[in-house]
């Protein structure tokens, strides 16, 4: 599972260097001003970047911002992989655990990706790949940890998993004492749906 690469990637070190200070600048100012009210000078600024080389990277706020949406959906992606390549081994305990850590760990960059695409008016092409492709990874973890399962059958338990991590992700503006009350609860939902789900699907 992968993404389209970023057309302006440096090739070398330095200026990989030089990109990554500009995306973490360009993230820290959407998270706290918003999309539109961030200009590419306070972006400049930020990251202790010349306008010459601001621009040779990203020619506007919307590539820095495709940029940054390439990241945030290829470390998703990635971190789903790599919950797949161990899944054949969980039991429904621990598969339940990497689900919550998985959707936890992209809590924060998830909401930032959100507000920049709604602000953006949708971007509907990729955030529809993007969607499909995480079905699909959810879908194949699921089938790996219940090798009876049919593809149907997993195929529809991916989009009710991912309604379920959708619930742990809109915890993020809560407190903290209620946001780890929320995530108790959304783990035991998500546990107590794998195992209705999975009944009978298990190895014997």
Do not use: C, W
């Amino acid at each position: 599972m992968s993404m389209t690469g970023n057309p302006y990637a440096p090739k070398q070190q330095r200026g990989h260097q030089r990109v990554a200070a500009i995306m973490e600048a360009g993230a820290s100012l959407f998270r706290e001003q918003g999309y539109d009210a961030v200009t590419m000078t306070e972006i400049a600024a930020r990251s202790g970047t010349a306008f010459g080389s601001l621009y040779r990277f990203f020619p506007s706020k919307e590539a820095l911002a495709d940029a940054l949406l390439l990241r945030y959906a290829q470390h998703a992606l990635d971190r789903l992989a790599a919950l797949g390549a161990r899944s054949a081994a969980m039991s429904l305990d621990e598969l339940t655990d990497a689900f919550i850590d998985f959707m936890l760990e992209l809590q924060t960059e998830r909401s930032f990706a959100i507000a920049v695409i709604d602000a953006r008016g949708g971007h509907g092409d990729k955030r529809s790949e993007f969607r499909e492709a995480l079905r699909e990874g959810i879908a194949t973890i699921v089938r790996k940890a219940f090798p009876r399962l049919t593809k149907v059958k997993s195929a529809a338990m991916a989009i009710v998993i991912m309604h379920i991590l959708k619930g742990i992700a809109g915890t993020a503006l809560e407190r903290e004492s209620v946001r780890r009350a929320l995530t108790t609860e959304y783990r035991l939902v998500l546990r107590s749906y794998l195992a209705s789900a999975t009944r009978g699907a298990t190895p014997d």
